[in-house]
């Protein structure tokens, strides 16, 4: 019975059956549990948190100012006029905060690096933290997203030259981001049941289950990665995409779980692709994990026309509980030209959607039909990310931007390294790492694990013994660590996905150390079941197991 209900399990989107096992993980209320299945980092970054503290305290004063006559605990709107050289006022009393050290740097960086006018910019921030105003406009922050931007054309694009301006909506987080794509796309035409949708897999399972939900029952073909060309597209699977019937494709780069960057020339190719047969095609790609990659490159930088960006500031500063994110998209691009090339009679039934918010509805670019659309239309006057949101998010921008040496994205990429090497080593397999790898998170392989270990017969009873889940309850159960199944994920073999950013590396330690000992006892019950069995019979069982004919899970 147990058996059964761990196969039915099998069938829930890995985040939902990670419920379960925090349950089985935390019933023995004299351990903790530990949550290796979640990306949610257990760094963060200290600085702009700092900044955002000093400024909040300075914007109080600012909204003080205006009443400060009466004693009724009003406060008022701040002044744009003069604020930089109150905020130096302020500084003076609190020189050695690092917080305040860092807004004067940044107010500095702003008008000499970016070209903005530092008493606008002080005085969106302050208005920012106090939240006193909707959002306006309330696709983004007027100097927020030409902070943001400068930020993604840094980690974005690399050594490649910017093609063109581009636009940016802030969203909650990537999640919103996500929603927010899918549902403009079939609002709009753009998207219509049945047609194909190409995802880069194996991936964030969401990508997987919102295609298939019956408002967009959309046709899913796989692009697969091969797990041993250390998880890239193999060139015969980038060539799916030469389909016309596909209108979409979607990727997260760097890639979750396998956790390795598209290579240069697998991005070549897309964009050699796309230049000279698919100049049609949609690109949505998740770069949220970019940041933690050496070089990155951004399919957004090769393939300008046909891409939206979506990235969040999650991962990297360690803020999903901010829901901080942002879609960016280039303003020469496919989603505008698709829209002005729809029949009239679709033309003229987004007229009508749009009729409020313009008089010339058949002009409202496609992001800005984004941001209308994530609050039902009506309420786009309305719409946008919170100020206080924005104001984090430009910190954290502002953050990686005058970081010039790099130093917290060498501190966070050698943290999750080091875990890495600790959970391999612990499991007495090497862990060498390739030029791709990002080593976010990673999956054990546990299938080829044991083949590489005990042989491929283990292998094959592992596979059709279906102990993958099974092990994830063990490992539940026995040691409180929750993982989730790599399966999830549209992952080939059995796996686990840890990732390597939320606990101690003492608790990788633990978790290598506990799956290699389960790996000895499920060999040692394969042992035992050949002994009970005719040689004969031992041979059959060990060869008709459904193992694939390539291991798909990188060690």
Not at 118 to 144: I, K, W
Not at 360 to 384: K, M, W, Y
Not at 448 to 457: C, N, Q, R, S, V
Not at 521 to 535: G, H, V, W
């Amino acid at each position: 019975m147990l058996e059964k209900t761990h196969h039915d399990l099998a069938n829930l989107s890995p985040f939902e059956l990670k419920d379960q096992l925090i349950a089985l993980a935390s019933s023995d209320a004299q351990r903790m549990m530990l949550n290796a299945g979640r990306g949610n980092p257990n760094f963060l970054a200290m600085l702009p948190r700092l900044a955002l503290l000093n400024l909040g305290e300075f914007a109080m004063l600012e909204a003080q100012r205006s009443y400060s006559y009466l004693d009724s605990g009003f406060g008022g709107l701040p002044e744009n006029q003069g604020i930089v050289q109150r905020f130096e006022t302020y500084a003076a009393n609190h020189g050695g905060s690092d917080g305040v050290r860092f807004i004067r740097a940044a107010i500095a960086y702003v008008k000499d690096q970016l070209g903005l006018d530092q008493d606008v910019f002080l005085f969106e921030m302050a208005s920012a933290f106090l939240g006193c105003n909707y959002p306006t406009p309330p696709r983004m922050l007027l100097h927020t997203e030409e902070i943001v931007k400068a930020y993604l054309v840094q980690e974005m694009l690399g050594a490649t030259p910017r093609a063109g301006e581009f636009s940016l909506f802030a969203t909650e987080g990537g999640t919103a981001a996500m929603t927010y794509i899918f549902q403009s796309l079939k609002q709009n035409g753009l998207l219509q049941s049945g047609d194909k949708i190409a995802i880069g897999t194996p991936i964030f399972s969401p990508y997987l289950e919102i295609p298939v939900l019956a408002e967009y029952g959309l046709e899913i073909v796989d692009i697969r990665m091969d797990r041993e060309a250390d998880w890239q597209f193999p060139a015969a699977e980038l060539e799916k995409l030469n389909d016309p019937a596909i209108k979409i494709f979607c990727l997260v780069n760097p890639s979750n779980p396998p956790s390795t960057k598209m290579s240069d020339p697998a991005l070549a190719q897309v964009a050699d692709l796309v230049a000279k047969k698919r100049p049609d095609l949609f690109i949505v790609t998740d770069d949220v994990y970019g940041t933690f990659a050496d070089d990155f490159v951004s399919i957004f930088a090769k393939c300008t026309r046909n891409t939206l960006l979506v990235y969040s500031f999650s991962k990297f500063f360690g803020a999903t509980g901010w829901r901080l994110g942002v879609i960016a998209l280039h303003d020469d691009n496919v989603f505008d030209a698709a829209l002005a090339a729809l029949p009239e009679a679709e033309k003229t039934r987004l007229a009508a959607r749009y009729s409020s918010l313009t008089t010339q509805p058949s002009e409202l670019r496609f992001i800005d039909r984004l941001v209308a659309d994530s609050r039902a239309v009506a309420l786009n006057h309305t719409a946008g990310l919170s100020g206080p949101q924005q104001l984090q998010m430009a910190l954290f921008a502002l953050n990686g931007l005058m970081d010039r040496e790099h130093r917290y994205k060498r501190a966070a990429k050698e943290l999750i390294r080091q875990r890495y090497q600790t959970l391999y080593r612990t499991m007495g397999v090497a862990a060498a790492r390739e030029t791709n790898d990002v080593n976010y998170y990673t999956l054990i392989d546990l299938q080829a694990m044991g083949g590489k270990l005990y042989g491929p017969e283990f292998e094959a009873w592992f596979v059709k013994s279906d102990l993958g889940i099974d092990f994830l309850f063990r490992l539940a159960r026995e040691t409180g660590v929750v993982l989730l199944p790599g399966s999830g994920f549209e992952v080939v073999d059995t796996s686990a996905r840890v990732s390597l950013a939320n606990l101690t590396d003492h608790e990788y330690a633990s978790i290598g150390r506990f799956t290699r000992q389960s790996l000895d006892e499920y060999f040692q019950d394969f042992t035992n079941s050949r002994a009970r069995k005719p040689s004969t019979s031992a041979a059959g069982d060990a060869g008709s197991g459904n193992h694939p004919a390539k291991s798909t899970t990188k060690r």
